[in-house]
């Protein structure tokens, strides 16, 4: 197979992220590199921290080719571990945080990471995961900022270490991180990248004026790659990173103001809470430049109002953590083209195939593949995730399967029509239908159900469960959505509510239409906002 870029041999990248801080801290070492609760640290306070964590890992023997879980929330001390975990050469393993202890416990058994770290938001969580680990476990858990039990804090445990640059060669083909995005079935899988790939990345979101006049505004959950791809070009500028913890239109536009932001991105949702409230234009976002959305369709009535009454270019993105496909659409300059996601990035070639692999031509909807450098490496533990996931062209030339449907114009934009996994987008979060499904039928008194992602103001998806019950059992909506949500299902993936019918619409081959469904609870007229 022809991959999505030729074999190189190994080279050392002579500008890595680490090496990229380590020149910021001579070239400006009062700047500011990072602004997290009210505090900040310069880029040469920040190399400082880096290189102590790095040198700490590397005298424990963990550097290229280990692995370093991190689970927490936007905070300094969550960058302070990403740098310092690739200043060593180790790849870092971020890990989502709205799932249960056993998916947590599974993840990390998965990619085997040599240290956890964990913040003070996950206490509770970190308590049950040490439940269900074997004696030892703890011996590989540090905390960040809190105390628990006799386990080492952070500051503690790299206090001692030398700040000087350990000037670890970095490969390109190295590990930069695993991402694990939510699977369909089973535990999610983990999704390998390396540090050519996000260096090319980076490099090219450099050209958006990420440099050392800029000020990033991170309001997503940095253990998703939407956060990561400004954070990496932000570091590789040399930019300063404002975190944001938690998501509040209010105090975000009041970060703007403040620290006169110049790019910022996030999820649709929150685009639509900040452009809902009344003081909206009350506040001076006349610093921002560049504005990037993605994660989930974007209507488009909001890429009007976000062209209209927002400063700055609009660019929404429509990729893959897999990567392999990427597409832009500047909202600014086409507005006769808002309801697509785009057309493909320099680099990234897309074709639309039909279900037994044929190509189709421009217009006709089939599911959307892409091949560009910008890839992974394959899934942790998983080759037949990896086998699965590639469509091969005439020419042997492998694209990556995106699962998802939708056509190409005659002007190469690209327009989305559904989602062939039957994933739901809440809030920004990839929700699968099936995993909640394979949750609910273990009832005993449901016989058949269906998820499907209804319309929410709230979360611009949110789940619900249609059900048809076993013969003779009796159970109220609220009681199997209650019972789902308190003790099968993860934070994220709670249902809205339950709608329970005589029978669920199949084809001829039985399989459930999900289309017909939705119209079901259209026709309901019952509204759900999660």
Known sequence: MNAASSTEPATVLEDSLPQRIHAHARSQPQALALVHDGSSQTWSEYSAKANRIANRLLELGIGRGGRVALLGKNSAHYAEMMAGILTAGAAFVP??????????????????????????????????LLELAPDGFSNRVICLDFQHGDLPQAADWYATASDEYPAVAIEGADVFCVMYSS?????????????????????????????VDATNLIGTPLYSLGAL????????????????????????????????????LLVPVQFERLLARPDFTDYDLSSVKYKFGGSAPMSVAVKQ?????????????????????????????????????????????????????AELATGEIGEIV?????????????????????????????????GDLGYLDADGFLFLRDRKKDMIISGGMNIYA?????????????????????????????????????EGASITPGELRDWANNTQLSKHQRIAGVSIVDSLPRNHLGKLLKLEIKQILIDSGVTYEG
């Open 370 to 402: 892409g091949r560009s450098e910008l890839h992974m490496d394959g899934y942790v533990n998983n080759a037949v995730g990896d086998n699965n996931l590639y469509w091969l062209d005439s020419q042997g030339d492998a694209y990556i399967r995106t």
């Open 434 to 470: 099936s995993d909640i499904e394979a949750s609910i039928i273990k009832h005993e008194a449901v016989r058949e159900v269906a998820v499907v992602g209804v319309s929410s103001e709230r979360w611009g998806e949110t789940p619900v469960a249609v059900v048809k019950l076993t």
């Open 305 to 357: 109002d976000l062209a209209a009454r927002f400063p700055g270019e609009m660019f929404e993105f429509y990729s893959m953590t897999e990567g392999g496909v990427t597409t832009a659409l500047l909202v600014n300059h086409f507005p006769d083209k808002l309801a697509s996601v785009g057309q493909a990035t320099s680099g990234c070639s897309l074709k639309i195939i039909d279900d037994d692999g």
């Open 95 to 128: 890990l989502p945080s709205m799932v249960t202890a056993s998916t947590l416990f599974a993840i990390i058994e998965d990619c085997e990471p040599q240290l956890l770290f964990v913040d003070r938001h996950h206490s509770q969580l970190l308590a049950e």
């Open 183 to 211: 699977g369909t079935t089973g535990v999610p899988k983990g999704i390998i990248l390396s540090h050519d790939t996000r260096v090319k990345q980076a490099r090219t979101m450099v050209a958006l004026e990420f440099n």
């Open 229 to 264: 791809s400004t954070w990496m070009p932000a570091i590789y500028g040399g930019a300063c990173n404002v975190l944001f913890e938690k998501f509040d239109a209010g105090e975000y536009l009041e970060l703007i103001q403040q620290h006169r932001v110049s790019h910022l």
